[in-house]
């Protein structure tokens, strides 16, 4: 059964202050890791697709990266409107349609 | 460009009765899917169709019912509805080749049963 795992739960960050998200996943065979932000009330609103190990995507300030194992969302200088939850999500190359594993989030909340 | 549109934004229902979550998508897509999120959860596969007159069960299908005669409609029914139906309720879609065309989702649907 897939698995995807993200932590911590919930990270709070001053204004500028840097850090990192973290996904680890259990597939048989990875088919696409995808990271979306949601913001209260709407629904996930994507931001990238990664393949393969070693592969990276960046996006003003926001840089995934992949590893056989796990994936992480780089925030650097992180402003208050990035404050979201960013949600995980796997397609395992047993799943058919296109389906996604979801993991339960990660809220950030960045203090002015 | 409107995406997926759903309807209704909020909805309150009494144990036992019955309604339809409707999701349109203007973008052409053949796979459609329904989704719940309850706190502190991750979201939930309910249904998903492959093209119209397609349908087939997600993880969580129990207590819930789907069509698809159009491209554009995927229409969720609850028939008999219980409390642990209270979820906020996401419909998405995609276009129908390639790894790295991502799922696009609505606003969702928040629903309570009391």
């Known amino acids: 059964e897939d698995q995807v795992t993200q932590s911590p739960e919930a990270l709070r960050l001053q204004e500028g202050e840097s850090s990192s998200l973290n996904c680890s996943y259990t597939?048989?065979?990875?088919?696409?890791l995808f990271w979306y932000r949601q913001d209260p009330g709407k629904g996930p609103e994507f931001l990238f697709t990664?393949?393969?190990a070693g592969e990276e995507k960046e996006k003003e300030r926001l840089k995934a990266t992949l590893t056989k194992k796990e994936s992480f969302l780089h925030i650097t200088a992180p402003k208050p409107e990035d404050s979201a939850t960013y949600l995980c999500?796997?397609?395992?190359?047993?799943?058919?349609?296109?389906?996604?594993?979801f993991g339960k989030g990660t809220k950030l909340s960045v203090i002015p | 460009n409107a995406g997926v549109t759903q309807t209704p934004k909020f909805r309150i229902l009494k144990i036992g009765q019955s309604m339809t979550l409707q999701c349109t998508q203007d973008?052409?897509?053949?796979?459609m899917y329904w989704y719940r999120q309850d706190p502190g959860m991750g979201l939930k596969l309910i249904y998903y169709?492959?093209?119209?007159?397609?349908?087939d069960k997600g993880e969580v299908p129990n207590g819930y019912n789907v069509s698809r005669s159009t491209t554009e409609d995927f229409p969720l029914r609850l028939e008999l509805a219980a409390p642990s139906q209270t979820s906020v309720y996401f419909c998405?879609?995609?276009?129908?080749?390639?790894?790295?065309?991502?799922?696009?989702f609505g606003d969702g649907t928040r629903l309570s049963i009391l």
């Open positions: 169709s492959v093209g119209a007159g397609i349908t």
């Open positions: 973008m052409n897509h053949n796979y």
């Open positions: 998405a879609s995609r276009t129908g080749t390639g790894d790295n065309q991502p799922q696009h």
């Open positions: 999500a796997v397609r395992d190359s047993g799943a058919g349609s296109y389906q996604l594993t």
């Open positions: 990664l393949y393969s």
């Open positions: 597939v048989s065979g990875l088919r696409g």
